[in-house]
């Protein structure tokens, strides 16, 4: 919260991690601070297996009163919501549920696209949960960040950018690609990826 001395709040990250029963840190993630959103788009992904990939969702709300938010899920292809589910967030409260344990959701299986979050009556703070058990049977989560979905600008060329990947060594790294105006006007986009060594000269990079 901003205090009344200073211009504005200041920036930071909640950093949340899980150490089992010997003390040792098995899985360790950060959540920025974020402004609110009435719409929000992330990336999501979910498995008949429990112990594999799960997504889940936090959302916080500095309203006074409920919020009431829809959630819709879509395929990677686009088109209308295959699913859509209803929450409720409590007055200056958070919920955090994995996919399948939203109403309406419950009989989702394997799957993979978008979900868009929308909460018409007030804005909210929202973060992507992705999660996962290893070989060891370590429960593993991270964040995952989740992306506006703004009205759709025509030839806007703002690039963004991935500022770390790492490959080889026994490090692999997924790059998920999407178009949050899809949302809102169903228009698609067409770009290129581009990869650089540290020191910013052209990397032949094998993309499978």
Known sequence: MP????????????????TNAKGVTISEAGVPASSNIQQAVLYAQASDDASLIQTGVA????SSTPTN??????????????LTGNVTVP????????????????SLKSFQGLLT????????????????YNERGDYLVTTIPVASAPSYSYGN??????????DGNGYTTEFILFDTSTVTTGQ?????????TP?????????R
Request: avoid cysteine.
């Open 69 to 82: 938010v829809t959630l819709e899920l879509t395929t990677l292809g686009g088109g209308a919501p295959v």
């Open 199 to 207: 020191a910013g000269q052209p990397l032949n990079l094998a993309v």
């Open 117 to 132: 979050i929308s909460a018409k009556e007030s804005a909210v703070g929202v973060v992507g949960l992705r999660s996962r």
């Open 91 to 106: 007055a200056n409260g958070q919920i955090q549920m994995y996919l399948n344990q939203i109403r309406g959701f419950e």
């Open 188 to 196: 698609s986009s067409v770009g290129n990826l581009l990869f650089f």
């Open 59 to 62: 959302i916080a709300s500095t």
């Open 3 to 18: 205090d009344s001395r200073s211009f504005g709040a200041p920036l930071g990250i909640a950093i949340f991690s899980e």
């Open 157 to 166: 060329s703002t690039a963004p950018l991935f500022p770390h990947f790492a």
